[in-house]
């Protein structure tokens, strides 16, 4: 075996470089998203970089917007790519269908060392060898079909590799450990199609190459394939990349792999549901990456410093929605008063929006009761619909019945109560909560606070369950609270 060369040595040395190579199919699901992360995370940690890189050379499977739907899921996501499709990097061109002189260039090199030729056969022949090994049940190796002579390639047939050697390949992975694979892997695959495109397994590995990719972050899926790749190496005489297997993403039970059944949604979608991209960065890390410790909540800056390929787990990792919610409450509750109104706000169905009493003002002292309880925009918009919300932009509707629903509070005792509130009121400022509770605290001690908390808070909001009723008071400001303690009184009497 000659020696290992690098072809094309990069000109910069960087000590880490990852790339994420998705294929531009339409679909961005969350295993490829923390493929993505992981592989963003170490190059990152490591002072080095990240590229993206559109395999896109099966014209038949590309989905037309893809690749814009790819970085813009990425980038909600905040994950930067030093190079990309928009950002061609010292190596070209980070789409493959723009490198196909590359890859002639490289097919050339292996057609140079006699270690590839062009298939003789029609698609029908190799068709009748594929059947006729089925028959004979033995595996379709076209390697046993391998013409005596190469000829001269045109183009107009498919590249093929003559796999160098036949043998037993064994390889480190960084995160699965020693593997191996035999012969029965091995092929003469194709390397180049009839339509002049590379194939995948050609064409990631000269990029890889040229790019000066380090570490090959990928899924399970391709350790199979991993001994043909390894012969590709071999016959190009260039070194193998570092790689890393992730584990893959499994259903909540944690049984089988996650599927479109099991809740996995494109990526944007559950930007459109309201998820924090910082929640989500956070959240898919920890599939499949385990820190140690109790620490769940990791900002990007922490995930930076602490993502280690060491931490990756080998079994898979379970998505549960349950956590994910759990972690979209925990970064909602540190936006800012004034995200989380507009949060909220995007949240509100028409039916609140619409409300004569409705503004930002009022929304925006009500936000802080629904901040503290919410997991994501959808429990807003149900929690709307169920009339939560309505009495902080209009009047609510009391009756006498529902002053007095609890059964201590009785009319003749909540009248004499709410006029005593209402006459502590006057004065009161309303500025916060506390100053309002401040007002009325002696007094509600006094009667006992149920006695006059209940009927007050009725009152303000109409409601059986609701924030107490120095937080009704104050969002809906004075004048309109005094009013409908009056409301009330005037029911009473
Ligand atoms: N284009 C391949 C895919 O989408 C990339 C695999 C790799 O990372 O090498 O699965």
Same mark, same amino acid.
């Given at each position: 075996?000659?020696?290992?060369?690098?072809?094309?040595?990069?000109?910069?040395?960087?000590?880490?470089?990852?790339?994420?190579?998705?294929?531009?199919?339409?679909?961005?699901?969350?295993?490829?998203?923390?493929?993505?992360?992981?592989?963003?995370?170490?190059?990152?940690?490591?002072?080095?970089?990240?590229?993206?890189?559109?395999?896109?050379?099966?014209?038949?499977?590309?989905?037309?917007?893809?690749?814009?739907?790819?970085?813009?899921?990425?980038?909600?996501?905040?994950?930067?790519?030093?190079?990309?499709?928009?950002?061609?990097?010292?190596?070209?061109?980070?789409?493959?269908?723009?490198?196909?002189?590359?890859?002639?260039?490289?097919?050339?090199?292996?057609?140079?060392?006699?270690?590839?030729?062009?298939?003789?056969?029609?698609?029908?022949?190799?068709?009748?060898?594929?059947?006729?090994?089925?028959?004979?049940?033995?595996?379709?190796?076209?390697?046993?079909?391998?013409?005596?002579?190469?000829?001269?390639?045109?183009?107009?047939?498919?590249?093929?590799?003559?796999?160098?050697?036949?043998?037993?390949?064994?390889?480190?992975?960084?995160?699965?450990?020693?593997?191996?694979?035999?012969?029965?892997?091995?092929?003469?695959?194709?390397?180049?199609?009839?339509?002049?495109?590379?194939?995948?397994?050609?064409?990631?590995?000269?990029?890889?190459?040229?790019?000066?990719?380090?570490?090959?972050?990928?899924?399970?899926?391709?350790?199979?394939?991993?001994?043909?790749?390894?012969?590709?190496?071999?016959?190009?005489?260039?070194?193998?990349?570092?790689?890393?297997?992730?584990?893959?993403?499994?259903?909540?039970?944690?049984?089988?792999?996650?599927?479109?059944?099991?809740?996995?949604?494109?990526?944007?979608?559950?930007?459109?549901?309201?998820?924090?991209?910082?929640?989500?960065?956070?959240?898919?890390?920890?599939?499949?990456?385990?820190?140690?410790?109790?620490?769940?909540?990791?900002?990007?800056?922490?995930?930076?410093?602490?993502?280690?390929?060491?931490?990756?787990?080998?079994?898979?990792?379970?998505?549960?929605?349950?956590?994910?919610?759990?972690?979209?409450?925990?970064?909602?509750?540190?936006?800012? /008063? $004034?995200?989380?109104?507009?949060?909220? *706000?995007? %949240?509100? &169905? !028409?039916?609140? =929006?619409?409300?004569?009493?409705?503004?930002?003002?009022?929304?925006?002292?009500?936000?802080?009761?629904?901040?503290?309880?919410?997991?994501?925009?959808?429990?807003?918009?149900?929690? /709307? $619909?169920?009339?939560?919300?309505?009495? *902080?932009? %209009?009047? &609510? !509707?009391?009756? =006498?019945?529902?002053?007095?629903?609890?059964?201590?509070?009785?009319?003749?005792?909540?009248?004499?109560?709410?006029?005593?509130?209402?006459?502590?009121?006057?004065?009161?400022?309303?500025?916060?909560?506390?100053?309002?509770?401040? *007002?009325?605290?002696?007094?509600?001690?006094?009667?006992?606070?149920?006695?006059?908390?209940?009927?007050?808070?009725?009152?303000?909001?109409?409601?059986?369950?609701?924030?107490?009723?120095?937080?009704?008071?104050?969002?809906?400001?004075?004048?309109?609270?005094?009013?409908?303690?009056?409301?009330?009184?005037?029911?009473?009497?």
């Amino acid at each position: 075996m000659e020696e290992k060369t690098n072809i094309n040595l990069t000109s910069h040395q960087i000590s880490v470089v990852t790339r994420f190579a998705p294929s531009p199919t339409g679909f961005m699901h969350i295993g490829g998203v923390r493929t993505a992360l992981f592989a963003y995370l170490y190059a990152k940690k490591m002072g080095g970089e990240f590229i993206l890189r559109i395999e896109d050379t099966d014209k038949a499977r590309e989905v037309e917007g893809s690749i814009e739907h790819i970085m813009k899921s990425l980038r909600w996501l905040g994950i930067e790519w030093d190079y990309g499709p928009d950002n061609p990097g010292p190596h070209g061109s980070c789409k493959q269908s723009d490198r196909l002189d590359i890859y002639k260039k490289y097919a050339q090199k292996l057609i140079d060392k006699g270690l590839a030729y062009p298939d003789p056969y029609t698609p029908e022949e190799v068709q009748a060898f594929r059947e006729q090994a089925q028959a004979e049940k033995r595996p379709f190796l076209f390697r046993d079909h391998r013409p005596k002579t190469f000829e001269q390639w045109d183009g107009s047939k498919p590249l093929r590799l003559k796999v160098p050697e036949i043998k037993r390949y064994h390889w480190h992975d960084e995160v699965r450990g020693a593997l191996e694979a035999g012969e029965e892997m091995l092929d003469d695959i194709i390397i180049i199609k009839a339509d002049g495109f590379p194939t995948y397994n050609f064409a990631h590995i000269v990029d890889d190459q040229e790019m000066g990719v380090t570490h090959v972050m990928r899924g399970e899926e391709f350790i199979s394939s991993t001994p043909k790749f390894l012969s590709l190496y071999d016959a190009l005489g260039i070194p193998y990349p570092k790689f890393v297997t992730m584990p893959p993403i499994m259903a909540a039970d944690g049984k089988k792999k996650l599927g479109k059944r099991d809740g996995a949604k494109d990526i944007l979608e559950y930007k459109t549901d309201g998820y924090l991209p910082a929640a989500m960065m956070n959240f898919l890390a920890l599939i499949g990456w385990n820190p140690g410790g109790e620490q769940e909540v990791f900002s990007k800056n922490e995930l930076l410093e602490k993502f280690s390929l060491e931490k990756i787990q080998r079994s898979g990792g379970a998505f549960n929605e349950e956590k994910l919610n759990w972690m979209n409450k925990e970064y909602l509750q540190k936006l800012s /008063a $004034e995200a989380f109104t507009t949060y909220a *706000a995007e %949240a509100l &169905p !028409e039916a609140i =929006t619409s409300l004569s009493g409705y503004s930002t003002e009022i929304l925006t002292k009500l936000s802080p009761t629904i901040q503290e309880r919410v997991h994501v925009k959808s429990e807003i918009t149900e929690a /709307a $619909e169920r009339g939560e919300y309505a009495w *902080a932009f %209009a009047t &609510p !509707e009391v009756t =006498t019945e529902m002053i007095t629903w609890k059964k201590d509070a009785r009319a003749e005792d909540a009248l004499p109560r709410l006029q005593k509130a209402h006459q502590l009121l006057m004065d009161a400022d309303f500025s916060t909560p506390d100053t309002i509770k401040a *007002a009325l605290w002696d007094y509600a001690q006094e009667v006992g606070k149920g006695e006059l908390l209940w009927p007050l808070r009725v009152s303000l909001t109409g409601l059986e369950r609701s924030p107490d009723p120095f937080t009704c008071a104050y969002i809906v400001g004075k004048d309109e609270a005094m009013q409908r303690i009056k409301n009330a009184i005037n029911k009473l009497q």
